[in-house]
């Protein structure tokens, strides 16, 4: 089985930098996946991570420890609009099937 | 390009009643499709998956089904329905083989399903 953890909550200022933590447990590995969730709309694709290290991509960077099974996705520059939730999902033993965690509530004050 | 449509986007049905979502992917083929609930408040849950016509897996036994009549094509039905089925019912597609890295799954717009 799989077991996924992720803060329920997270509160940053406009302009701040904030970093979402998930650690996982699974019995097998194929790559973990971040998504934004705005309240009602469907997921939307940020970053995939297979190999150790860091991904970056503009504002957003997404970082993986296979070895202390643990990510973490770091927003930066943080904007009004980056107020979501934030998914973190991955692929065990089974291609194919994304497991999500329960997902981070970031909200960005001004 | 390939697109994902689902259908209704909003649902007030009774208790007992039947219930009908409808999944349709467009622009390839033999896609892996999937759907997902997610309750208020909570992350989403693996409904059942498929790899093919015919071929469907269920990851939480439930009062709930899943057809694939054709290729391209995900229904998600219920005889009777509970309040519990209340929640955000997402349709997903990916290509046949695994994951694409590039974007994972591609999500339908959602249903959101309330039972009264």
């Known amino acids: 089985g799989q077991n996924i953890d992720q803060p329920t909550e997270m509160t940053a200022t406009e302009g701040a930098i904030v970093q979402i933590n998930c650690t996982y447990q699974?019995?097998?590995?194929?790559?973990l996946f971040w998504y934004q969730q705005h309240a009602g709309e469907a997921p939307t694709f940020l970053s995939y991570?297979?190999?150790?290290g860091l991904e970056e991509k503009g504002r957003f960077s997404s970082f993986l420890s296979r070895s202390k099974g643990y990510s973490y996705l770091l927003l930066k520059e943080l904007q009004m609009k980056d107020s979501a939730s934030y998914l973190c999902a991955i692929i065990g033993d089974s291609w194919g099937k994304l497991q999500f965690g329960a997902g981070t509530q970031v909200v960005v004050t001004p | 390009s390939q697109t994902i449509h689902q259908w209704p986007a909003t649902l007030v049905q009774p208790v007992g009643s039947p219930l009908s979502l409808e999944c349709t992917v467009e622009?390839?083929?033999?896609?892996?499709l999937y759907w997902y609930r997610q309750a208020a408040g909570r992350g989403l849950q693996l409904l059942f998956y498929s790899v093919g016509i015919g071929q469907i897996s269920s990851e939480v036994p439930q009062n709930l089904s899943a057809s694939r009549p054709q290729d391209r094509q995900f229904i998600l039905s219920s005889k009777k329905l509970l309040l519990s089925d209340s929640g955000f019912y997402l349709c997903?597609?990916?290509?046949?083989?695994?994951?694409?890295?590039?974007?994972?799954?591609?999500f339908g717009s959602g249903t959101r399903l309330t039972v009264v």
């Open positions: 997903a597609w990916s290509k046949t083989g695994g994951i694409n890295p590039n974007y994972g799954y591609t």
């Open positions: 991570n297979v190999l150790d």
């Open positions: 699974t019995s097998g590995f194929n790559g």
């Open positions: 622009g390839t083929s033999n896609p892996n």
